[in-house]
């Protein structure tokens, strides 16, 4: 397994990630109650791309009927078989997403928050087209250039423009930022017809901050959950784009 021209060491970004605290946690189920509105979990094949730790592999594997989770990174691969554990209908391949062949078929493809660190991202959504059921789906997570929160970086002057790569984006090997009609634009270049979109996670400050309150319990669950139904209301300002879509017709 090589990786592509210029990827990131993966093994290296690691350290730089701590994603398994309650903010994150809330941010992952939100992320599968919008996507189950649209696919019965619980009949479906799974190929998510990108697990890292494995807490969103742990949570499809309680809902949906096989998993097969693709990590590039054997330090987070390893993470997230630990996580899951001992659990029969949850597959793990070591492959970077360019690499990776299958002759199974999946009624879903999830990437949550992974577009962002492909360095060429259209021709592996291309591909991943020919992984799908004939009615199957692709949910996709990515963080938004427009989030409230960036916004205010921005008036604070911590960031020159809500697309400029901030300190943490570089160290978790982002190649950019995405809005609304960029991630539109690569789907659709990509083939892909869009059938859904959500915000995800409105919130004001950062993701340490949020977690800070929760654990201050300045807001629980009650509000991050009211702040769900928001996302949706406001998603051009939300934390997150979130888009389901299915491979177009073949010209």
Known sequence: MHPPPEQFNLDALVHTYDIDHDYEQFKRLEFLHKLQSYIPLEKAAVLELGPASGQLTRLLSQRARRVVAVEGSSAFLEQARRCVGDCAHVQFELSYFEDFHTTERFDCIVLQHVLEHIREPEPVLRRLASFLLPDGLLA???????????????????????FALSENDRNHGHYRIYDWSALEHQLAAAGYVIIGRHGLYLKLLSDRQQEQMLQA???????????????????????????????????
């Open 217 to 251: 319990k300045i807001m629980g669950e009650q509000q991050i959950k009211g702040l769900w139904t928001l996302a949706d209301q406001y998603r051009d300002i939300a934390g997150g784009i979130m888009v389901i879509a299915k491979p177009g017709p073949l010209p």
């Open 140 to 162: 996709v997570s990515v963080p938004n250039a427009y989030a409230l929160s960036r916004q205010l970086a921005v008036a604070m002057g911590l960031l020159p423009s809500v």
